[in-house]
């Protein structure tokens, strides 16, 4: 006995050791996260398996839909071998790809049992999708073919629930996966963003190339995310999921709340709309994932938004109404705690990321005061006192500040201000999201002060993809929408391509450090030499000619390389008159018959701006020289 023991622990000392030696040997979903405290651990399993309820919400969306979007069908283990090709999600490496049917004649991944304090639901077997028992499941009426040809038929026995970490993990810069399909969870970072979610893929489960939902599907960029889908905005404005990083640095700023309280807030999301603070904020995602759909699905005509206009979400009833509300409340403590743990991912400690990154001090200088002059103003969270004023002084307080050895520390490498689409010149869609004004559904998660900010510049000049010849103006509309907020620029090697919409650089679908600097060098390259950009080749078009089925019936006709945005931004309820028997519509269907529809839908657009790769062009006037220097001292964000 005595003898058994003591091999016993030798055994497990032997594992010890090997487990400092390799520390991949901790295989569990709790990697990284031995040093976390209790509570910060709760957040944790919070972020990456609570679903807040909204399994009922995906059930209804794949009864709307008829299956064009089907969490059940999405989650298909015979996927599993190119889940990451097809759908751009990371497979769980708790489980296995199904032999065989279940009892149900579901494909469903076998997973090993994994017990989550105080979080009740099963792997789907891909991260971030948890599985339930549906309790309105019954096995006499269950028919799978049924199922299959529509979900609207008969109640699954399984309901599937998103969590945080569906969008948000993605691969670890610091440790990337030797097997993409088969990843294990220490190539897994909480926050980075999943850079290469296929979205479009979750929203157009059988339909074809021939179907206009299809197209504006298939152009989504990877890595990005139409925030705005379910209680539309009329907008097709998919935008990148950032790296969530450097929290306990954001700056945070004095806002006017709508009961006329002032409050030290963060602004959250890339127009910086959300802004009563981050549990609000954090909350009205988990409804936009699905939580107290009863309620929520009562204010609006989700996905198509044609039956009805938004209503706003009431913060007090759902407090309230909705349980999970509440239970999911208790939660956002924990959960910011856990979020204030993460820190961006350094390339020095990348393996093999050394070899990128100059020795030479005079380049890095160099490259520092080119960011001293050119960025620092918007990009840097360390600030000159209020008594340095105007342009000159503010820079060389910058050359200053960045010869210090500690700049870099701590610094969220933003100012976190909301700055106008006019100043920035970067494609429009994303900040003229209307979700978040007065009268629409998110209106009580702004603050009074973003929804007062003044109407942003004209931008002129834009690109007219009717009549090429004739440049289109645009005065974006006021209530807060025109703005976007400084990105941070921690590890930013590692989360190209850039800009809110992914739009600026090339996508390679490879987190392997080599992969991700390709995606740097390119993007860094377009961004300082605007010339090697893509320009009207960076537009959404659609690849063969589609129809986009309406209400009434009717299928408008849509031709071969239109841009999507010249169909997907416009009032959806607009878009239905089109065939119904109006004076409008007649009129409409008379310009149809001379071509001049597109005209009409052009001047209807609620975002008339297709140039995806854009604006920004702060390096201008700099030499190539100073350039270089800059992206070397970039890269050691
Ligand atoms: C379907 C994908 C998806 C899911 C699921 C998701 N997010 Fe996000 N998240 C995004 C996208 C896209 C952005 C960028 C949105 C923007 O700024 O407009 C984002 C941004 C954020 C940000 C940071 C914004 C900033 O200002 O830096 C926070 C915080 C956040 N999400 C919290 C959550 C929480 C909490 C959940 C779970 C309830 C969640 N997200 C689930 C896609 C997702
Ligand atoms: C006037 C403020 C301002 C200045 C000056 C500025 N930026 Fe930006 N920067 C922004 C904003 C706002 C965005 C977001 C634009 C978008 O997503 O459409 C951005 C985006 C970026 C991005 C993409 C980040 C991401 O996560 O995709 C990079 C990289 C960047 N800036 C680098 C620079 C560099 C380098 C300079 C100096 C040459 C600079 N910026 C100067 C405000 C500024």
């Given at each position: 006995m005595r003898g058994y023991r003591c091999l016993l622990l030798l055994l497990l000392l032997a594992q010890a050791g090997a487990g400092q030696q390799y520390p991949e040997k901790n295989d569990s979903y709790e990697y990284g996260g031995e040093n976390l405290t209790p509570q910060q651990r709760a957040g944790r399993n919070t972020w990456y398996f609570w679903t807040g309820g909204g399994e009922k919400f995906w059930r209804e969306v794949a009864k709307l839909t008829h299956g064009v979007t089907d969490l059940l069908q999405y989650v298909d283990s015979r996927r599993r071998p190119e889940r990451f090709k097809l759908l751009g999600v990371l497979n769980d490496p708790d489980c296995t790809q199904a032999t065989q049917p279940d009892e149900y004649g579901l494909w469903m991944d076998v997973c090993k049992p994994v017990a989550i304090p105080s979080i009740p639901s099963e792997s789907s077997g891909?991260?971030?999708?948890?599985?339930?028992?549906?309790?309105?499941?019954?096995?006499?009426?269950?028919?799978?073919?049924?199922?299959?040809?529509?979900?609207?038929?008969?109640?699954?026995?399984?309901?599937?629930?998103?969590?945080?970490?569906?969008?948000?993990?993605?691969?670890?810069?610091?440790?990337?996966?030797?097997?993409?399909?088969?990843?294990?969870?220490?190539?897994?970072?909480?926050?980075?963003?999943?850079?290469?979610?296929?979205?479009?893929?979750?929203?157009?489960?059988?339909?074809?190339?021939?179907?206009?939902?299809?197209?504006?599907?298939?152009?989504?960029?990877?890595?990005?995310?139409?925030?705005?889908?379910?209680?539309?905005?009329?907008?097709?404005?998919?935008?990148?999921?950032?790296?969530?990083?450097?929290?306990?640095?954001?700056?945070?700023?004095?806002?006017?709340?709508?009961?006329?309280?002032?409050?030290?807030?963060?602004?959250?999301?890339?127009?910086?709309?959300?802004?009563?603070?981050?549990?609000?904020?954090?909350?009205?995602?988990?409804?936009?994932?699905?939580?107290?759909?009863?309620?929520?699905?009562?204010?609006?005509?989700?996905?198509?938004?044609?039956?009805?206009?938004q209503q706003p979400f009431r913060i007090d009833l759902a407090r309230k109404d909705c349980e999970d509300w509440r239970a999911t409340e208790a939660r956002m403590v924990d959960a910011e705690a856990f979020l204030l743990t993460v820190n961006p991912a350094l390339l020095k400690d990348a393996p093999g990321g050394d070899k990128y990154l100059t020795k030479d001090a005079d380049v890095l200088r160099r490259g520092a005061l080119a960011f001293a002059d050119r960025c620092a103003t918007c990009h840097s969270s360390k600030q000159p006192p209020a008594n340095v004023t105007g342009d000159e002084a503010r820079r060389a307080w910058f050359r200053e500040a960045v010869t210090k050895p500690d700049f870099l520390e701590n610094n969220f490498l933003s100012d976190d201000q909301r700055h106008s689409v006019s100043e920035i010149g970067t494609n429009m869609g994303r900040a003229l999201a209307t979700n978040a004004t007065q009268g629409h559904v998110w209106e009580e998660f702004s603050s009074r002060t973003y929804k007062q900010q003044p109407p942003a510049d004209e931008v002129k000049g834009l690109y007219n993809p009717v009549k090429p010849g004739r440049p289109i103006d645009f005065k974006p509309p006021g209530g807060g929408v025109g703005y976007y907020r400084t990105p941070t620029l921690a590890g930013i090697w590692a989360t190209a391509p850039f800009f809110h919409n992914n739009g600026l650089g090339l996508y390679n679908a490879d987190p392997s450090v080599d992969g991700r600097m390709a995606a740097f060098n390119d993007a860094i390259e377009k961004l300082l030499w605007p010339e090697k950009r893509l320009g009207l080749r960076s537009m959404m078009i659609t690849s063969e000619d589609s129809e986009l089925p309406l209400e009434s019936g009717y299928r408008l006709k849509i031709r071969k390389d239109t841009p999507v945005k010249l169909i997907a931004n416009i009032n959806a309820p607009e878009l239905q008159l089109l065939r119904n028997d109006t004076f409008l519509s007649r009129l409409i269907g008379w310009m149809i018959g001379r071509g001049r529809l597109y005209n009409t839908l052009l001047r209807r657009n609620l975002a008339p701006d297709f140039v995806e790769d854009r604006g920004h062009t702060f390096a201008t006037g700099l030499s190539d020289e100073d350039k270089r220097a800059l992206i070397e001292y970039i890269k050691t964000f």
């Open positions: 891909i991260v971030g999708l948890r599985k339930f028992k549906n309790p309105k499941f019954d096995r006499f009426t269950w028919s799978v073919d049924k199922y299959m040809a529509d979900p609207a038929s008969v109640e699954p026995p399984y309901l599937i629930g998103m969590t945080c970490g569906f969008c948000h993990i993605g691969f670890d810069p610091l440790s990337p996966p030797k097997d993409i399909e088969n990843p294990r969870w220490y190539n897994m970072a909480p926050a980075i963003g999943n850079q290469y979610f296929h979205e479009g893929t979750l929203f157009s489960l059988k339909l074809n190339s021939k179907d206009f939902r299809w197209q504006v599907a298939n152009t989504q960029p990877r890595g990005t995310s139409d925030t705005s889908r379910f209680a539309t905005d009329n907008i097709f404005n998919p935008n990148a999921i950032n790296s969530v990083v450097h929290l306990a640095h954001r700056p945070s700023h004095s806002e006017v709340m709508n009961d006329g309280t002032t409050s030290q807030v963060h602004y959250i999301l890339k127009d910086g709309a959300d802004s009563i603070g981050t549990a609000g904020a954090s909350l009205r995602v988990y409804v936009n994932i699905g939580m107290c759909a009863d309620y929520w699905l009562t204010l609006h005509d989700p996905i198509y938004g044609v039956k009805k206009p």
